[in-house]
């Protein structure tokens, strides 16, 4: 069990805390028994404590004094030890017990975290050690809008770890092997004979490049035939073939990181050519516990409850996905140490990644139940739609690239900026800095807030508008309240040590609590692996502030140092926010 100090910014677990005692002595023989603490949503309370019907239906029948789940939630509450932060108890129905915060409390945790800062909110994981595998871009292909949610997603993800203490491994899986390369190295030979004048002037578009070479690949066998006799030279490793390999990887990487660079994201690339040594290793020690069998020549495992087997050497011999991603995930856990591997791809590769992980829990890799380490888990997500409901795609039906949609969006968050004549009140900086926060959080936010099962259709003008659920409404809304505190005069750092935070009025009480709810919602968020769950909380936040905002006079007030300091507690969590979705922050607008 965490101490008090460790989980203090978590309202829902010290809340456990406190009823597990409750528990413990209204049912002292019942040892399995762990507090159920939920927020509420009605106006009984603040939480509310649902053991009382679980318990009723274990212990009826077995000589209980109790007569049904209205007295055990009674005992629950009556058996509650004195605690500060706990203002008032009801029970209601089958025995919930509703609490109510100590307004007190709360308002002494929330000026807390402003003098000792938001990491001590960070959700308390047992998990030390994760891998998330991201992004992963096919070399010598462009990136596409598809690569956005891969990308923003892990992104997200490994932030929300890294804030809750986890060493994080950003792991960028680049398709950097196979086949297409045969085509790729013997096309460049083709056009370059002398291997100097192969450079990235000279190679231009690698799409283009790939489009061409894919093209003779059909058209011509003899070219075929050579292309298929490259990818042997290359895999045996011949000097001439692996360079040029190496130099169409650079290329291509540094394309990749235009996009990275723009949207800010840290990857550590670690391809399929980097597994590539470990795949007979792995596969032997499979074999050697009896997983692979034969099967129409090739080497498969098969998976209980799945019609097809995980096929991880084919009958000409060559390895595949297979046999790269368990190589792959081998090495994570056993040289690598991670105690988490999260996948972030597609939909369409759930199977895949379930047959993988399948085959890992009967070898004994990965914990058989997913409630404990080790464990792997797959991150799926859904397509971007046009607005015609088809898969995201230009005029000339080819899938739109990621640097175009981007410097899209960076343009037409200018273009509104010079229309509001910011351009006359800032420096060339300032406006470009703040276009590209506000168009490229914009981008990111428009994804993230979505479930990312779901499909979703794209539109700038909605990703860009500035009221309802957009990262500019709430980048706005960040600015408005860091300009209310300047425009007070008064140094917010001198409050937080002298001051003190009152919340008397009911606005300022319901600001407050959702203030507090934010620790419990990054662990939900992680728990289920979804970031939308922290944009919704993000919005909620400005609509708390602005009903608090609208009845509650700042500046000027008797209240103004507690409402300040209420102020920069929101503006604080907002930004805690804004940074594990990978969006910048502005001061003004």
Known sequence: MATEEENAGNVKRELEKVFDLALKATVPNETDVRPQIAACTAKFGDYQCNNAMGLWSKIKGKGTEFKGPQPVGQAIMKNLPPSEMIESCSVAGPGFVNVVLSKNWMAKNIQKMLVDGIETWAPKLRVKKAVVDFSSPNIAK??????????????????????????????????DWGTQFGMLIEYLF?????????????????????????????????FKERAQQAVVRLQ?????????????????????????????????????SFYNPYIPGV???????????????????????????????????????????????????????????IYVTDVGQQLHFDMVFSAAKRAGWLSADDSTYPKASHVGFGLVLGEDGKR????????????????????????????????????????????EAVGYGAAKYFDLKNNRLTNYMFSFDQMLNDKGNTAV?????HARICSIIRKSGKDIEELKKTGSLVLDHADERALGLHLLHFSEVIEEALTNLLPNVVCEYL?????????????????????ETSRLLLCEATATVMRKCFHLLGIVPVYKI
């Open 142 to 175: 462009e990136m596409h809008v598809g690569h956005l949610r891969s990308t923003i997603i892990g992104d997200s993800l490994a932030r929300m770890l890294e804030f809750s203490n986890v060493e994080v491994l950003r792991r960028n899986h680049v398709g």
């Open 190 to 222: 083709e056009k370059f004979p002398n291997s100097e004048d192969a450079n990235e002037t000279a190679i231009g578009e690698l799409q283009e490049f790939y489009r061409r070479s894919k093209n003779r690949f059909d058209s011509d066998p003899a």
């Open 236 to 272: 045996s490793g011949e000097p001439k073939y692996h360079e040029a390999w190496a130099q169409i990887c650079e290329i291509s990487r540094k394309e990749f990181d235009k996009v990275y660079k723009c949207l800010r994201v840290d990857l550590e690339e670690k391809g399929e």
């Open 283 to 341: 596969i032997d020690e499979l074999s050697k516990q009896g997983l692979v069998e034969e099967s129409q020549g090739a080497r498969v495992i098969f998976i209980e409850g799945v019609n097809i087997p995980l096929i991880i050497v084919k009958s000409d011999g060559g390895f595949n996905y297979a046999s790269t991603d368990l190589a792959a995930l081998w090495y994570r856990l056993n040289e690598e140490k991670a105690e988490w591997i």
């Open 392 to 435: 995201l795609r230009t005029r000339f039906s080819e899938v739109v690239r990621l640097v175009d949609l981007l410097d899209e969006a960076k343009n037409r968050s200018k273009a509104v900026l010079i229309e509001r004549g910011k351009d006359k009140e800032w420096t060339e900086e300032e406006l470009e800095q703040t276009a």
């Open 473 to 477: 409404y709430l980048l706005y809304a």
């Open 539 to 559: 919005y909620n936040l400005s609509e708390y502030f602005t009903r608090f905002y609208s009845n509650c006079q700042v500046v000027g007030s008797a209240e």
